[in-house]
């Protein structure tokens, strides 16, 4: 099993900048992939950004240029700038490792 706990979510203004932080913990023998999930109240969850092995990352389109996907061992990191009203929503860290593994998830608001 692997265990994942976020952090970093909170309030910010439009324009303001966070930064999500997931830590995975547990029996980790060969991660494959590590990445962000939102889910907005009233929508389907949708992806946010990804990190593969090797480093190549991706992205929503509506995040491309403001949000940064990184990973340090078995923590990944999204960086968040620019935010916007539209990117409230719930945030729930994956990590891909025979099986997809979610996080708790962490409540981030944008105001107006």
């Known amino acids: 099993q692997v265990q994942l706990v976020e952090s970093g979510g909170g309030l910010v203004q439009a324009g303001g900048s966070l930064r999500l932080s997931c830590a995975a913990s547990?029996?980790?023998?060969?991660?494959?992939?590590m990445g962000w999930y939102r889910q907005a109240p009233g929508k389907q969850r949708e992806l946010v950004a990804t990190?593969?092995?090797?480093?190549r990352t991706n992205y929503a389109d509506s995040v491309k240029g403001r949000f940064t996907i990184s990973r340090a061992k078995n923590t990944v990191n999204l960086q968040m700038n620019g935010l916007k009203p539209e990117d409230t929503a719930v945030y729930y860290c994956?990590?891909?490792?025979?099986?997809?593994?979610w996080g708790q998830g962490t409540q981030v608001t944008v105001s107006s």
């Open positions: 990190i593969i092995v090797g480093g």
């Open positions: 547990g029996s980790i023998s060969s991660i494959n992939a």
């Open positions: 994956t990590v891909v490792q025979g099986m997809v593994y």
